[in-house]
């Protein structure tokens, strides 16, 4: 079966501390894909990046890096000197064709609060 | 630049009342999705379709109905709500292959009291 785990329900940091969200994902799946969204306190959902699973390159963008480790079954997500508006709810999702027809399974979600 | 709207926004019902939710999309995306999202719990998929005129349940499907008469549309049909229905309900469309990102709409804020 396909899951996506993330641990952390909530994490709080002071601006300008770095944070690291963690995911952890399950399938049987040897090409599957891994993302990030972002839901701002707005509520609308933002894609972030997608990684596929031959692909293990660390990506960085602006503040945002994220790491994914197929040894540990792992696809991190590092946001460094945190700021307010960094403040919201995290989802990872992964997507693999073992399940059915591309469905989408999601992790929990970590809320990030960034305080001032 | 619509991409994926959701009509209503909000909506509050009393037990056993139906509604319908429409997702329309204008991206020409052959996959829809809806979710519900409730605290803790993440993103859970209620019903999907790969194509104009097909569904397919998903994890939580019981107490909803779907159809996609259209390529974009997807409606989602509660015929007696319950409490337990009281959600935020996302729609998403996806161009139809695996590395394609959801894009969502910004959702339904559904009480059922």
């Known amino acids: 079966a396909q899951k996506v785990t993330q641990a952390q329900t909530e994490i709080s940091v002071v601006e300008k501390e770095d944070v690291t969200l963690d995911c952890v994902y399950e399938?049987?799946?040897?090409?599957?894909?891994l993302f990030w969204y972002k839901q701002p306190p707005s509520g609308e959902l933002v894609f972030l990046i997608r990684?596929?699973?031959?692909?293990?390159q660390n990506e960085i963008s602006g503040r945002y890096s994220w790491n994914f480790q197929k040894s540990t079954s792992s696809f991190n997500f590092t946001i460094t000197a945190s700021q307010v508006v960094d403040s919201a709810v995290y989802f990872c999702a992964l997507s693999g064709t073992l399940s059915g027809t591309y469905k989408y399974i999601f992790g929990t979600g970590t809320r990030l609060k960034v305080l001032a | 630049n619509a991409g994926v709207t959701q009509t209503p926004k909000f909506r509050v019902l009393k037990t056993g009342q139906s509604m319908t939710l429409l997702c329309a999309q204008d991206m020409n995306h052959e996959y829809m999705y809806w979710y519900r999202q409730d605290p803790g719990m993440g993103l859970r998929l209620i019903h999907y379709?790969?194509?104009?005129?097909?569904?397919a349940k998903g994890e939580v499907p019981d107490g909803y109905n779907v159809s996609r008469l259209k390529k974009q549309n997807f409606l989602l049909g509660l015929e007696s709500a319950a409490p337990s229905q009281t959600s935020v309900y996302f729609c998403?469309?996806?161009?139809?292959?695996?590395?394609?990102?959801?894009?969502f709409g910004n959702g339904t804020r559904l009480t059922v009291t």
């Open positions: 990684r596929n699973s031959f692909d293990e």
């Open positions: 399938t049987r799946d040897t090409t599957y894909y």
């Open positions: 379709s790969v194509g104009e005129g097909t569904t």
């Open positions: 998403a469309s996806m161009a139809g292959s695996i590395n394609s990102p959801l894009h």
